[in-house]
Every structure is written in C-alpha cells, then in structure tokens.
T-cell receptor, first 114, second 115 residues
C-alpha cells in the first residue's frame, strides 16, 4: 500500500478561499515533501518539511507535520484558479539514503472555481 | 536551464511489441527515478539509479520491464511484449543528491497506450 495517503481525494472551492489537504503515512520518516501536478505534466516540488520541524511556510503555502500522528497538512491560502492541480505528499523512510526512492500518495485533486 | 526531458511524449503500440522510453535528466543529477502513473492515480515506483547502477529495482512489475543508464546520464526504460495493462504515463525524475532533502525534478512523462 502507499506510504502516503492524501485526504480528501477531491476538493472544489471558490477563488479566494483556503484549501487544506491532509496526508497520512505509516513509517517514521526523514522528511515529507509536497508536490503539485498540473494536468498532463510532471510533478513540481513545492515544499519540504523535516521530521524535526512542525510548521513551514512558503508564500501562500503552509505545511504542518505531526510525527506523533504520522500526518501532515498543506494549506493554500487565498486560492487562485491557477492553483487547480493534483497535490501529492511524498515520504522517504527514516534510515534511507538521500537518493533512495520517494514514495508518493494517491493525491488530492484541487479545483479552484473562478 | 534545461529540465528533465522525456521522449517520446506519446507512444501508441500494439500488444506484444517492444517499446523504449527515454529520459534525459538534468545535467549533474546523479539520481534518476522511473515512476508509472495510471489515469487519475498516484505514482508507482519502478526503479532508481545512482549513477549507472540501480540499487533499487524492486518496483519493476515483471521481467518484461528493464532499464539502463549509461554515462551517468541518459536512461532508457524498455518494456518487452507490451500488454494492455502497461498503458500508463511513465514519469522520469532526477535529483542532485545532496543530503536527505533533495527534491525530485520531473519530466512531463511519456503517455503509453497499448492497443
């Protein structure tokens, strides 16, 4: 099964609203990363949060990490139509080397309506 | 600068034929990954290269799948005797291995359709 599981599977909001996506994982991790995928394109790295961090910000993105619950959330504030995409969390288990596999969840499809 | 380049972008093939998918990673990136993504699904790990060697090929679904990387750069994923269930988008990614947090840089994928 996937190491990371996103929730909800799909989210539809109006422009200007905030969008929150959640990710749960099973094993202890070094870090957790969030990626975005526009339709028909590859994934683009958004943000990384390390296991010793609890919150991280980048522009309109805010990521939290709760290692005790093995979960993370991605908040996009003041959403725009251009934020419409699929969002994936990805983890690399603790003890893995930096170049080893990154395991992705199933993704959340976000639709921002103008 | 140039990103990860994959070719072809689309490939339609008949069941039973062999196909080769190519990936040109970002120059200087030592790690290279192949993933498969079925329609509306997440990413399924196939294989990972460090330089020219593949420390983890555990995700290859069958012995019809193979991959190689030469010169620490270009990689080719080969699928022999294609089956309809092989239809998917095949994504390649590379990363500059510097510490635990190196992000992956993805190409736009090859959409494979087996008829």
């Amino acid at each position: 099964s996937q190491q990371g599981e996103e929730d909800p599977q799909a989210l539809s909001i109006q422009e200007g609203e905030n969008a929150t996506m959640n990710c749960s994982y099973k094993t202890s991790i070094n870090n957790l990363q969030w990626y975005r995928q526009n339709s028909g394109r590859g994934l683009v790295h958004l943000i990384l949060i390390r296991s010793n961090e609890r919150e991280k910000h980048s522009g309109r993105l805010r990521v939290t990490l709760d290692t005790s619950k093995k979960s993370s959330s991605l908040l996009i504030t003041a959403s725009r139509a251009a934020d419409t995409a699929s969002y994936f969390c990805a983890t690399r288990p603790l003890g893995e080397t930096s170049g080893s596999r990154l395991t992705f969840g199933e993704g959340t499809q976000l639709t921002v309506n103008p | 600068g140039a990103g990860v380049s994959q070719s072809p972008s689309n490939k339609v093939t008949e069941k039973g034929k062999d196909v080769e998918l190519r990936c040109d990673p970002i120059s200087g990136h030592t790690a290279l990954y192949w993933y498969r993504q079925s329609l509306g699904q997440g990413l399924e790990f196939l294989i990972y290269f460090q330089g020219n060697s593949a420390p983890d090929k555990s995700g290859l679904p069958s012995d019809r799948f193979s991959a190689e990387r030469t010169g620490g750069s270009v990689s080719t994923l080969t699928i022999q005797r294609t089956q309809q269930e092989d239809s998917a988008v095949y994504l390649c990614a590379s990363s500059l291995v510097q510490g635990i947090g190196s992000p992956l840089h993805f190409g736009n994928g090859t959409r494979l359709t087996v008829t």
